[in-house]
């Protein structure tokens, strides 16, 4: 037997390669000055060509920071995805769409409502209210639709249908409430937006991101063996009650980070991991780096082409994320379709 | 060689308030193969799940000397294997990586390297014909070709390579239910020998005829309870599983093997009776 396993080189090569050309894309373009020198200029000293300090601040403080936040929430979206996908055994079961998301954003939002009052006001105590949103959907979700026979995916996304209408009803009560601040607010919090980052905000979402990514990806081989069913993975010798505790754990750690910070954005776990899966098969060892180095190209090139589009304006991200990723949804359904009643 | 592996003492289980299984008492040695036999419904696998360590049960099951309850699954995960009754056609996964997934546990925790696993599950490809379709997704596979996968993956997941000093466990729900007749020769012979090795095979199994021929001993449970248990010769009589199955029996002996060769009859009235 020469090679068993399918080669997981290549195409993780070329993530990383799309990661690449998409960051030194977004650190070197915008309205204020898109100039590719601006990747040589911060390394010398002085004024280059032109190319001046006002302009490196820019790189620094304004795409930077923006480009870091990108990349973790595409890399942990994709992990996520991979993660609540694996454990429902079902290629549908994306956390935008079955709701932890919107159960994050609609945490988020009432610590920035309530918290005005009672002088919460920082960033971890969104984040962490997104933390607690995100997990209980999560329980929520996996309570109602599991059962003896693992979960069943109707009632996974019929939950996530009820998740997203009442974060869509909380967002729209705010529009009752809406000054310019708060408008611009809700298209944040519906479609997700990375504009207007700073490094102030970043450590607290970027730690607990960090910590879900790590912990998903420390956890891989466990929770590769749900491919083959809880009760399997038993025989095989997961503790399968731990792992799924901590599965949801993690998951809503990584979502609640992200959403804090971005707001609702929809599909890239949905479509990643399923990209991923294509091209190197299902074992978690070989895909999720693969889907990882994806999820943060796919994103960072997202938000470029949300810059980029309307520039010098901005649109929200969650546009660019779903109009990519709903036809494939929609794909994946049919799909998914044909083989129950193949 | 021949102590005593898996005792059962009194053991019932509860679904709700339903007893499914009650009253079972018995002392499985190394070296043997049993099969479970018994009608739709009569707790075959409900025994098998409780002996899998997956049910709560009642009375005292010990393993190696050791109270189930008590074995983790990190333990038992290198001592038993099971074979569910319905196998999985993962998308994304081939034969190789399947089979591979049996040595989960060696991986995580005894230092195996991938190339180690590599080598380890090649002869249980070779064993059971599957080489060839090792690169073969398992959605692309026939039934009794995943199931075949599904039982080289058990064997791998037990295989400690040439010495066994410990009894393992093999727990099979319906073997040869998808084979053909050479495959389900195939598989059976492999349990078989797994078993003479020293280990414990436990299989439930609808076709008479392979339990008489592969099986050391045979266990019939009706209605939740075993009836009977010894070695085919004696168990497999005309009578008994005329009651067993509700459905008349031929048994002759079978020329050059020597044991019960099993044949079902037609009702001899129109009507068939049901309890």
Redesign the interface.
């Given at each position: 037997?020469s090679d068993?396993?399918?080669t997981s080189r290549l195409p993780l090569l070329v993530a990383l390669t799309a990661l690449a050309l998409g960051s030194a894309l977004a650190l070197t373009s915008g309205p204020v000055l898109s100039d590719w020198r601006l990747l040589v200029a911060g390394w010398l000293p002085g004024e280059w060509q032109g190319i001046e300090a006002i302009h490196l601040q820019v790189v620094q403080e304004i795409r930077l920071p923006r480009l870091l936040l990108a990349a973790a929430v595409g890399c942990v979206l994709a992990q996520a995805g991979t993660a609540t996908q694996t454990l429902c055994?079902n290629?549908l079961a994306d956390p935008g769409l079955i709701g932890i998301s919107a159960g994050a954003a609609m945490f988020a939002l009432a610590v920035i409502a309530l918290g005005k009052g009672l002088g919460l006001t920082g960033s971890y105590w969104i984040t962490g209210g997104a933390f607690i949103g995100a997990l209980l959907a999560t329980m929520l979700v996996y309570r109602l639709a599991g059962g003896p026979r693992g979960v069943n995916i109707a009632t996974v996304l019929l939950a996530g249908v009820a998740i997203n209408a009442m974060a869509g009803a909380v967002i729209g009560l705010l529009s009752y409430y809406a000054d310019d601040d708060a408008l611009r607010l809700m298209s944040f919090w519906q479609m997700g937006s990375l504009a207007g980052v700073t490094w102030q905000q970043l450590p607290f979402g970027l730690l607990c991101m960090g910590a879900s990514s790590f912990m998903l990806w420390w956890r891989r081989?466990?929770i590769?063996?749900l491919?083959?069913?809880e009760?399997?993975a038993?025989?095989?010798?997961?503790?399968?009650r731990q792992l799924k505790r901590e599965i949801v754990i993690w998951v809503a750690l990584g979502v609640g980070g992200a959403v804090a910070l971005t707001g609702m954005i929809g599909f890239v776990g949905l479509v990643v991991p399923h990209i991923a899966?294509?091209l190197v098969?299902?074992?978690l060892p070989k895909m999720l780096p693969l889907a990882m180095c994806l999820g943060a190209a796919v994103l960072v090139f997202a938000d470029w082409l949300a810059r980029f589009i309307v520039a010098p304006a901005e649109m929200p991200i969650g546009i660019i994320t779903a109009l990519l990723g709903a036809p494939f949804f929609i794909y994946l359904l049919v799909q998914q379709k044909r083989r129950l009643h193949a | 060689m021949h102590d005593v592996v898996l005792s059962l003492q009194q053991v019932s289980v509860k679904r709700g308030q339903r007893c499914v299984l009650a009253g079972c008492n018995f002392d499985f040695k190394a070296g043997q193969f049993i099969a479970i036999l018994g009608e739709n419904g009569a707790g075959k696998s409900t025994l098998l799940q409780a002996i899998a360590g997956d049910l709560t049960y009642h009375g005292t099951m010990t393993y190696r000397g050791r109270e189930l309850r008590q074995w983790s699954a990190r333990e038992l995960a290198t001592e038993r294997a099971v074979m569910e009754q319905q196998a999985y056609a993962t998308a994304g996964l081939t034969v190789a990586e399947l089979i591979a997934l049996g040595r989960y546990a060696r991986g995580e925790w005894h230092g195996e390297s991938v190339a180690a696993c590599k080598q380890a599950i090649a002869p249980w490809l070779e064993t059971f014909k599957l080489t060839a379709l090792a690169q073969r997704e398992l959605t692309e596979l026939s039934g009794g070709e995943l199931q075949r996968t599904h039982m080289a993956r058990c064997l791998a997941q037990l295989d400690d390579g040439n010495q066994s000093a410990t009894a393992k466990l093999l727990l099979l729900d319906e073997p040869t239910a998808a084979l053909d007749v050479y495959h389900q020769h195939l598989s059976l012979q492999q349990a078989q020998a797994f078993a003479r090795n020293g280990h414990l095979v436990i299989a439930i199994m609808h076709d008479l005829n392979l339990a008489s021929v592969y099986a050391d001993q045979v266990l019939l449970l009706q209605h939740g309870e075993p009836c009977a248990c010894g070695r085919p010769t004696d168990v497999l009589q005309p009578q008994r599983l005329h009651e067993l199955y509700n459905q008349p029996m031929h048994v002759s002996q079978h020329p050059q093997l020597g044991v019960p060769m099993i044949f079902s009859e037609p009702h001899t009235n129109s009507r068939m009776t049901r309890r």
């Open positions: 037997m068993s396993l399918r055994r290629p081989r466990a590769n063996t491919l083959l069913g009760q399997q038993q025989y095989l010798g997961v503790n399968t899966r294509l098969g299902a074992p | -």
